[in-house]
């Protein structure tokens, strides 16, 4: 039997999409608006399960990542099943962990994922839905790019955009503090989805 299958099954997630458990051989290590995500313990590979409702995205996400599969900035798909994919485990902090946590940001990594999402329209994709939590500096300090289920949608986003201005016009200043508190960051985030941002306008993601 599928080995992959065998330990999604035994994550039980109830109608409200709350977890209920999951088998000791994982350990979860993110939440996100259509699934959960755990780390294949001893091993290098993580594995998403979507939510009940979601799982139709777990064949649209596969896909995608399968178009990038020779570009180093996305993970690998190792597996894929009806509500869940396996990929690469990625080592490291994501934008939103390094802003907490304080590790600065520099303009070569804002540079580089530039590069990296190129890439991906130069395959016929359209990035969206870029934020904090699904860009990575590497404990090599490498740029990877995860949650790419968007990336065929046609609506022009511009969340990495804004991001970059941000970047650039505030977080780059001498004064602008380089450690912040997830509860700030999250509500400038709140913001900035209901359009209470003034240079800041999302086109809204359904």
Known sequence: MNTYLVLANTVIINKK???????????LIGTGRSAFVFRIK???????????????????????YKT????SYYPSIHDLGSNYIVMDYIEGLTLFECMTHGKLITSAHIKE????LSLAVAEGLNPSDIHLRNIFITS????KIIDVARFR????????HDLKKAYYQLYRKRFFPKRI?????????ILYKKGL????RINRIP
């Open 197 to 200: 941002l003034p240079s800041y």
């Open 17 to 27: 999409n709350r977890l209920i458990s999951y088998g000791d051989s994982l350990k």
């Open 140 to 143: 090599n300090g490498e740029i």
């Open 181 to 189: 508190t997830a509860l700030h960051l999250n509500t400038v985030a």
């Open 68 to 71: 990038l599969q020779n570009i």
């Open 113 to 116: 994922i530039d590069h990296a």
């Open 42 to 64: 001893s091993s290098n590979k993580a594995i998403k399960i979507f939510f009940p409702e979601f799982t139709y995205i777990a064949k649209e996400e596969a896909g995608i």
């Open 153 to 160: 949608q046609r609506k022009h986003c511009r969340q990495w």
